[in-house]
């Protein structure tokens, strides 16, 4: 075997390695949208109320994503992933305890503790699994390293659902008349999902602690003897558009599965139990991503990518205008349909805005992961629409993130200087 061969085994390994960690957290991250439902029955809490479960994750964006940047540069890549995964552990577990507290706002700090692991863990690996292969290719890896990380959401949302939603307290009893013991049996399911998802986190960090030496001697070096200043990304406008897409688009995504369980399950849409909606969310909503990631990465080896996300944007505004527009089916089914063109929209908007930012890739990253924190304005606004004015008038939201995502596109189109944003090649993806 000669040496280049050898460096492509090497690096596709790496690359296989780190793509573990996107469905690890697609498959934990996916949970929250049963548990919005548990929560909500459990005590009693209206929309605005139970979508503060998804705030938090925000939150840990907005107060954590630059100071993880910062220690990326420091630590290196591979010894931050080490540290995001025990974190995230240590958060499942701390839901575990917190729930034995019979209030919802313990269990919300517990979840901070899990979305701060996750935020470092994105940080570090988003621009890593970009950097393992050539730099033309950049899009095709990304986006297939997040098709894994939607089939994580899709048996996420699964084993939420079978574990959080199907026991008798959730179909038998009303949100608004749960007792003591029904709430303690709602709350012992959320305490078996998140210890297994503990123990699962557990296993992932031991298997990176005996691949430590083989990556760090493979992936891209994000440690630097004087690291990037922390803000050095805010001094570039295009990291700042790309920001502002990003943001968008996840509260956006996170929004609509946050709300699609209850969604469904209204007389005037399909009338699904819980069980049964999460069941779709997960098979069509989180589902239809996974196949769409896959059909993307294909397409992206055609179709620029500017193009291809131009596309995207503007079907899933007009899939929120038809939810808009209509009820019963076929609301049902365009909601769901989101799914599908979400797909490539998270990987791309990254790997362009990486592309065009002219400043380091961690920084970039950072700034990125921190735009998430601005999606939280997204949840708020489509609970208190949909507390107001019904689940289906909430899809203006995601409608008007949609549109920016398209202008963004098409924005970047007109970028050519920074970038040829040439279609790849078909071979392999490193």
């Known amino acids: 075997m000669t040496a280049a061969s050898t460096d492509k085994l090497r690096i596709s390994l790496a690359f296989a390695a780190v793509t573990s960690l996107f469905f690890a957290w697609g498959f934990i991250t996916s949970n929250n949208d049963p548990l919005i439902v548990a929560l909500r029955t459990a005590f009693s809490l209206d929309y605005t109320e139970a979508l503060l479960t998804q705030i938090v994750f925000f939150l840990a964006y907005g107060l954590l994503s630059l100071p993880a940047a910062w220690m990326t540069g420091r630590v290196g890549a591979v010894d931050m992933i080490l540290g995001?995964?025990?974190?995230?552990?240590?958060?499942?577990?701390?839901?575990?305890?917190?729930?034995?507290?019979?209030?919802?706002?313990?269990?919300?700090?517990?979840?901070?503790v899990l979305a701060g692991g996750f935020t470092a863990l994105q940080v570090a690996a988003n621009p890593l699994a970009a950097e393992l292969g050539t730099p033309t290719r950049s899009h095709?890896?990304?986006?297939?390293?997040?098709?894994?990380?939607?089939?994580?959401?899709?048996?996420?949302?699964?084993?939420?659902?079978?574990?959080?939603?199907?026991?008798?307290?959730?179909?038998?009893?009303?949100?608004?008349a749960m007792d003591l013991a029904h709430r303690a049996e709602v709350l012992r399911a959320i305490d078996r999902a998140f210890f297994i998802m503990a123990a699962l986190l557990g296993g992932l960090l031991l298997s990176f602690l005996l691949l430590r030496s083989f990556l760090v001697r493979v992936a891209p070096n994000h440690r630097a003897a004087a690291p990037a200043g922390m803000f050095e990304a805010l001094h570039s406008p295009w990291a700042l558009f790309g920001a502002a897409a990003l943001g968008l688009y996840v509260?956006?995504?996170?929004?609509?599965?946050?709300?699609?369980?209850?969604?469904?399950?209204?007389?005037?849409?399909?009338?699904?139990?819980?069980?049964?909606?999460?069941?779709?969310?997960?098979?069509?909503?989180w589902g239809g991503a996974l196949v769409g990631r896959l059909v993307g990465t294909a397409l992206l080896t055609k179709v620029r990518a500017s193009r291809l996300l131009a596309a995207c944007g503007i079907v899933n505004a007009l899939l929120c205008l038809t939810v808009l527009a209509t009820q019963g089916p076929i609301a049902g089914y365009a909601a769901l349909t989101i799914g599908f063109f979400n797909s490539i929209i998270f990987p791309t908007i990254f790997?362009?805005?990486?592309?065009?930012?002219?400043?380091?890739?961690?920084?970039?990253?950072?700034?990125?992961?921190?735009?998430?924190?601005?999606?939280?304005?997204?949840?708020?606004?489509?609970?208190?629409?949909?507390d107001r004015f019904g689940l289906g008038a909430s899809f203006a939201v995601p409608l008007m993130a949609y549109a920016f995502i398209a202008f963004f596109a098409v924005a970047a189109r007109s970028k050519r200087e920074a970038t040829t944003d040439p279609p790849a090649s078909a071979s392999p993806i490193p």
């Open 84 to 112: 995001s995964l025990g974190l995230m552990a240590a958060g499942c577990l701390l839901v575990v305890v917190s729930t034995n507290a019979d209030s919802f706002w313990p269990i919300l700090a517990a979840l901070f």
């Open 351 to 386: 790997t362009m805005t990486l592309e065009r930012s002219g400043v380091s890739q961690s920084a970039t990253s950072g700034l990125l992961c921190l735009a998430i924190f601005g999606g939280a304005l997204l949840p708020i606004a489509v609970g208190m629409i949909a």
């Open 140 to 176: 095709l890896r990304l986006n297939f390293a997040q098709a894994f990380n939607s089939l994580g959401v899709v048996l996420g949302v699964h084993f939420g659902s079978l574990v959080m939603l199907g026991g008798p307290a959730l179909q038998t009893v009303p949100h608004q």
């Open 251 to 285: 509260g956006a995504e996170v929004s609509i599965g946050s709300i699609m369980i209850n969604f469904l399950n209204h007389s005037s849409v399909l009338g699904l139990r819980f069980e049964d909606a999460g069941v779709y969310l997960a098979n069509f909503y």
